[in-house]
């Protein structure tokens, strides 16, 4: 008999996060900046937290940018697809943001669980592994695994993207940043927790950017850089 596959945590609708608070204010900001044109969104989710402070600015623009959302759970992918249906420039795409391969191994997870401070603790490390084989599996049977960053900047003819955030899995991060360095604005959220935290640091450290906002204590705290050049 087939084996059936067992329900993951990703199958399941979320409430939104980033809602009615300083950091969907900051990204609306962003999105109403002039200059804007392809904004990328990593973990959209169902629609109704960054993606909606996204729009809002987009609809404030006056160019009108562009707005490509990066969604690997299904359930939540169609959730968002239903959510903006009528908006053209809202872009959804059930994708991985990066491939498997690019995903932090469990070591690294592990070193970092031990040698940093972060909000990671919180939680037992059983459990964060857990998760990011979570994330693996989910991949591996969905068939979602595709380099979907690399795929939208393809499609669009786009060398970089004017605005970026990085809200998608636990666990790449530093990838996502990797391949949308160069973005005029990028916008973080969770820097007290793996996801973001090196990618925090390696922009403070970049003459390059500028912080333009931050927080510690709102959830995992965020922040937004400007490119200075
Ligand atoms: C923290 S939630 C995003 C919350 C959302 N920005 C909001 O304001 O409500 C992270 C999202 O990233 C998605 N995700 C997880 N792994 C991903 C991957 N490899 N590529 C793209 N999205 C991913 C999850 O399904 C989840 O919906």
Redesign the pocket.
Known sequence: MPEVPKPSG?DQI??????RDRFSRAIEEVGAAEGVRHIL??????G????EAWVRGALRNPRRPELHC????VP?FHALVERWRGHPFVHCYN????PAEAFASEDEVARFYREVRSKLRNVRLEKVLGWLRQ?LA??AEHGVGAD?IRRIKAEHGLAAFDAV?I???EF?GKPELEEVYGARFLLL??IRSFKNWENFHRLREDPGYRLVKKSRWLRNGFAVFERTT
């Open positions: 990703l979320i409430p939104p996060e980033i809602r969104e990593i973990g959209a989710s169902g109704d937290g960054s993606t990066i969604e690997v759970s939540r994708t991985s943001s990066v994330d989910y991949l979907g955030l809200d998608g899995s790449t959220d969770d």
